[in-house]
């Protein structure tokens, strides 16, 4: 197995005035791998992902990727999928997947032209027209359609109908690069977690697990969602 | 990149512009048309055309106001943040893409004028007074020592000033510096710079007692310059360094 | 597909299991090549790893091969496989065994059932 570490955060830090959002963490994430990073509101998941996407740049700690800090570079190598609607209001699909063409050098158009099928979606449709479901199947379509090194998935399955969830988790797993690196943060683990290599439960900004799942599993006799709620019972 | 970050910024509002000068060119050509002839609603429709020439500069600076506001203030940022354009060219791009609009509405404006002057006065008359306003001005504008470049110049390093001045208030706002209640703080802090930048402008040349003649010769334009220039610098340093999206 | 696993256990053992089940019933035949990692990941709505993990559990118990350069195939030493059906029927029969012992029936009495459920069993789909 590769375990070359792809992130690394070492000591990692973020304070909002006296709210510690993050508290010393540490993580070595290796390519090749599907890790879900779990937690309830306002443990911390928004934070360090919008740290490691270079959306946050002032904390205190080491964030590598690829041994840079999140810069112009990093952001080449990962693919985002925030948890909201990031696209101007005068947007066509063809402007987005324009400008993604445009802009990243792995972006796949195939894939794309694929994904777009898949989800019934076309060229022409207006992005602000679009019901959330649709808005979303889009976006991870573009997403997906990147051959990045590092996938962030913010809450994938979240807005969706349950019948379009395996749909989407399954155009997931059909997509991305084997040799990399996928973060699903979710709070539907019941769905996703047979999907997960290793899971991260960040807690009031602390890792407070950090696992293989089927060591878990076998340990701890129950699944991962119900492994959640205990750890995370008020 | 820088390229195809300008050129991306022109795609998202070449659109509006267009709609915007097609409207006030079709309504100047209309004045025009009905003020030759005589036509009784030749009068509301200069109107119009005043109007629209109207919303058109206001338009310019309220696209400028925006095109900040939307990358920081909305999900907007989270694309143009994790894009993998560095922070100096996606800043440059908006300002170049801007002070080009800027560019284009002037000429609008030139062009809108040309029809008003053609409809009001008959063709020869219309070329003789043309080109004697022309030469009228140039000699005004050389006494009192300016050219039409310059003035060119200075509009366009205005138009630069405010793009920065309005980036810069957008930005410090999204650092930790800054807290809460982030779009009144922007515009306070807009206030206060403008205010402070005024008082500059207005106290160096009186400190070294210059003469109303050589301040706006030699001082206003590289004062602007270099308040533009560290503005930048400033703005850039913070979206780069510590740059907080919500 | 997709729902037939169980989160509280590992998911690659229970894979194992299934593929194992597979090859002792025949459904998949001794010396059959298998599909690739990905393509069975996406059946089963898995990861890839979890796919991966199941094949070397299986892989140590003998019922599949790696060729290096052709990919995974079943075994086609029949001894091995009769050898795993034997061990999975031995299991099956004590586990079946056990539960009935816990419902207080003794084992004679557990044949007769037995056989009185294979009888109704057949007139029903005769």
Known sequence: ?????????????????????????????????????????????????????????????????????????????????????????WMKVSDAVYLFNDMYKDFRPDVMDDLLDRFKLTSKMKIKTMSKGMKEKFQLALVMSRKAEIYILDEPIGGVDPAARDLIIETILTNFAPESLLIISTHLIQEVEKVF????????????????IETLRQREGKSIDELFREVFKC | MLIKTIKHEFLATYRRFGILYTGVILLAILATISLRNRVDFAGPIIALLAVGIIVCVVFLYYNIVATYEKMLFSTQGYLEFTLPVSTSDLLLSKIIVNVFWAVCSFLIFFVC???????????????????EIGSAFNIAMQNIGFSSFRLAIEFLVSIILFNVS????????????????????????????????????????????????????????????????????????????????? | MEHEFNNELPIYLQLAKMIENDIISGRMNLGDKLISVR?????????????????????????????????????????????????????????????????????????NWLTETIRKREEHHG
Request: aromatic share 12%; proline share 3%.
């Open chain 2, 166 to 246: 309005v980036a810069f208030c957008c930005a410090i706002v999204h650092t930790k510096y800054i807290k809460s209640a982030k779009k009144i703080v922007a515009v306070v802090v807009y206030l206060v710079l403008t205010f402070l930048v005024d008082m500059l402008r207005s106290g160096i040349p009186s400190v070294f007692k210059m003469s109303e003649f050589a301040t706006s010769q030699y001082f206003q334009l590289p004062f602007n310059i270099l308040i533009a220039v560290a503005l930048f610098a400033i703005t850039y340093y913070f979206l780069r360094y510590e740059l907080e999206i919500e």
């Open chain 1, 1 to 89: 197995m590769d375990e070359t570490a792809c992130i690394e955060i070492t000591g990692l830090s973020k304070k909002y005035g006296k709210l510690l959002a993050l508290n010393d963490v540490n993580l070595k994430l290796s390519k090749g791998k599907i890790v879900g990073l779990l937690g309830p509101n306002g443990s911390g998941k928004t934070t360090l992902i919008k740290i490691l996407n270079g959306l946050l740049m002032d904390y205190t700690g080491s964030v590598t990727i690829n041994g840079h800090c999140p810069d112009t570079y990093t952001k080449a190598c990962v693919s985002y999928l925030p948890d909201t609607m990031y696209f101007p209001d």
């Open chain 2, 113 to 131: 004028g040309y029809f008003f002057l053609y409809a009001l006065l008959s063709t020869e008359i219309f070329t003789q007074v043309y080109t």
């Open chain 1, 197 to 212: 290599d290793d899971v991260i439960f960040l807690k009031d900004g602390k890792v407070v697990l950090y696992d293989d």
């Open chain 3, 39 to 111: 393509e069975m990941a996406l059946n089963y709505t898995v990861n890839p790893n979890t796919v991966q993990r199941a094949l070397s559990e299986l892989e140590n118990r003998g019922l599949i091969l790696t060729e290096r350069t052709t990919g995974k195939f079943i075994t086609d030493d029949g001894t091995v496989l009769a050898q795993i059906r034997s061990q999975r029927i031995a299991e099956l029969s004590e586990s079946y065994l056990a539960s009935m012992k816990k419902l207080g029936i003794n084992e004679k009495e557990t044949i």
